[in-house]
C-alpha cells in the first residue's frame, strides 16, 4: 500500500470506531454508537468507508434484543498485512504479520562483523525482499514495514543516530526503504518497540502505564502510557541501561562508569563469572574454559553453585535499576525480556526480593514485574506494532 493511500485511509476511517472494533468485537453498530456517543447514521457512515478499504468485515447476525438481529463488525485481519524487522546488532530478523499479529512467515540474515551504513541498509533491503516475496498473503496489501533498531533513533526522521553495537551513525533507514519500497516505514528503538508490542500483544489487558525491558547484548526500556510511547524531549527516554549503579564500576561503551548495562548484559555476567572461575581452584585444572552467559546458565542449571550465585547477584543489580525505575515512572507493571532473562528462574526471585527491600511504599514494592510471554518475537512485533498504532489510533 503506498504511503498516500495509507494517509487517505487514516483521515478516512475514524480511530475511534476502527480501535473500538478491534477491542469489542464482535460489535454491532449500534452499539459502537451507544459506547461512542456518534450518532447512527455517522457511525453507519465511516463503516461502510472501513468496509469499502477492506478494513472492516460483517458476520453472522447477533443476538436479538426483541427486534431484528443486528449484523456484527470485525476487523479483517487478512486483507492487509505489515513486515516487522529486527535490525542488529548480530543478525537481522523479519517476519509477516497480520493485523492480529499472527505471524505468516520469518526470515533471519547474519550481519557480518565489519558494517557501513550502506552495507548495513543493503542487507536490510535484502532481507525485506526477500520476506515479501515469499510471504503467503493471498493477494492481501502491505500496509507498511516497522523496524526494530538498537540504539539511538531520531523517530520523526527514522534515522538511525547511533547504532553502538556495529559502530555506526546516522544510518538513514526510513528515507531509503520508503525510496525501495514506497511504503509507509516506521523505526523506533528496540526496547520501545517491544514495549509497545507487548502492550498491545502480550495479554497485559488495559493497564494506563507499562515499562518493558529488553536485557540481552544492551540494557534499555520502552515506557507505553495509555497506549502510547514515551519518547522524552530529545528521544531518550527508557535509556535504563546507562542508568549509573556503581560510580566507580567498569567502564561502559557510553564512556560513563558502573552502568547498569555494565553488570546486566550476557557479556558482563559471562565477564564475571570468568574472572571467578580464574580465581578459583577448577580453573587451574582447565585454562581453556571460556564462559558466556548462556554457559553460565548451563552451569546454574546443572547445579553449580557458583554460578547461581552470580545470576543472583545479577538479579540484586537488575532489581536496584527497576527500582530507581519505579520510583521515577511508577508504572502498573513491568515486563521483562531478551536473552538475559533466559535465566529468569535465577533473576526474577533475586530481582524482586531487592525491589521489595528497596521501594518506598507497600504498594511500590508489590509492583507487577513479569517475564515477556512473547519470547523472542518481543521486539519483532513491537515493530509490527507501530504501523498498527498509526492505523488503528494516528488520525
Known amino acids: 500500500m503506498?504511503?498516500?493511500t495509507f494517509q487517505l485511509m487514516k483521515s478516512v476511517?475514524?480511530?475511534i470506531i476502527l480501535n473500538k472494533i478491534r477491542t469489542a468485537e464482535p460489535i454491532s453498530r449500534a452499539q459502537i454508537a451507544k459506547d461512542t456517543k456518534l450518532t447512527p447514521p455517522t457511525v453507519s457512515s465511516i463503516v461502510k468507508e472501513l468496509m469499502e478499504q477492506g478494513l472492516v468485515i460483517e458476520s453472522d447476525s447477533g443476538q436479538s434484543m426483541g427486534g431484528r438481529r443486528p449484523t456484527m463488525l470485525h476487523i479483517n485481519k487478512t486483507t492487509f498485512y505489515i513486515i516487522g524487522v529486527d535490525a542488529g546488532p548480530d543478525k537481522i530478523d523479519a517476519i509477516v504479520a497480520d493485523l492480529s499479529g499472527s505471524v505468516l512467515t520469518r526470515s533471519s540474515s547474519q550481519l557480518e562483523a565489519s558494517l557501513t551504513n550502506e552495507t548495513f541498509l543493503t542487507h536490510l533491503k535484502k532481507c525485506i525482499r526477500s520476506i515479501m516475496e515469499e510471504a503467503p498473503t493471498n493477494g492481501a496489501?502491505?500496509?507498511?514495514?516497522?523496524?526494530?533498531?538498537?540504539?539511538?533513533?531520531?523517530v520523526e526522521t527514522g534515522t538511525s543516530l547511533f547504532?553502538?553495537?556495529l559502530g555506526l551513525t546516522n544510518i538513514p533507514i526510513k528515507e531509503e526503504l520508503e525510496k525501495e519500497f514506497n511504503v509507509v516505514i516506521k523505526v523506533e528503538n528496540d526496547a520501545r518497540a517491544m514495549a509497545l508490542g507487548e502492550a498491545w500483544f502480550g495479554g497485559h489487558g488495559e493497564i494506563d502505564s507499562m515499562v518493558a525491558v529488553n536485557l540481552g547484548r544492551g540494557v534499555g526500556a520502552g515506557i507505553v502510557v495509555e497506549g502510547k510511547l514515551y519518547h522524552g524531549a530529545q528521544d531518550i527516554a527508557g535509556e535504563i541501561g546507562h542508568m549509573t549503579i556503581d560510580m566507580n564500576g567498569k567502564q561502559c561503551e557510553c564512556g560513563n562508569r558502573g552502568c547498569l548495562q555494565t553488570f546486566a548484559t550476557g557479556s558482563a555476567i559471562a565477564a564475571r563469572a570468568q574472572e571467578l572461575l580464574q580465581a578459583s581452584e577448577a580453573f587451574k585444572k582447565d585454562?581453556?574454559?571460556?564462559?558466556?552467559?548462556?554457559?553460565?546458565?548451563?552451569?546454574?542449571?546443572?547445579g553449580n553453585k557458583m554460578y547461581e550465585e552470580i545470576l543472583v547477584e545479577t538479579g540484586g543489580y537488575i532489581g536496584v535499576g527497576l527500582t530507581n525505575l519505579i520510583h521515577l515512572v511508577n508504572p502498573k507493571k513491568v515486563v521483562l525480556g531478551g536473552g538475559v532473562m533466559n535465566s529468569a528462574e535465577f533473576l526474577l526471585p533475586s530481582i524482586q526480593k531487592t525491589i521489595d527491600q528497596r521501594a518506598l511504599t507497600p504498594d511500590a514494592k508489590h509492583t507487577d514485574v513479569v517475564v515477556?510471554?512473547?519470547g523472542e518475537d518481543a521486539t519483532l512485533l513491537g515493530a509490527v506494532s507501530l504501523l498498527l498504532v498509526e492505523l488503528f489510533e494516528g488520525v
Open 13 to 15: 476511517n475514524k480511530s
Open 2 to 4: 503506498q504511503r498516500g
Open 163 to 165: 547504532a553502538p553495537n
Open 372 to 374: 515477556t510471554s512473547l
Open 141 to 154: 496489501e502491505i500496509l507498511g514495514i516497522g523496524v526494530a533498531m538498537h540504539g539511538m533513533v531520531d
Open 287 to 302: 585454562e581453556a574454559v571460556k564462559l558466556t552467559g548462556e554457559s553460565v546458565y548451563a552451569l546454574a542449571k546443572a
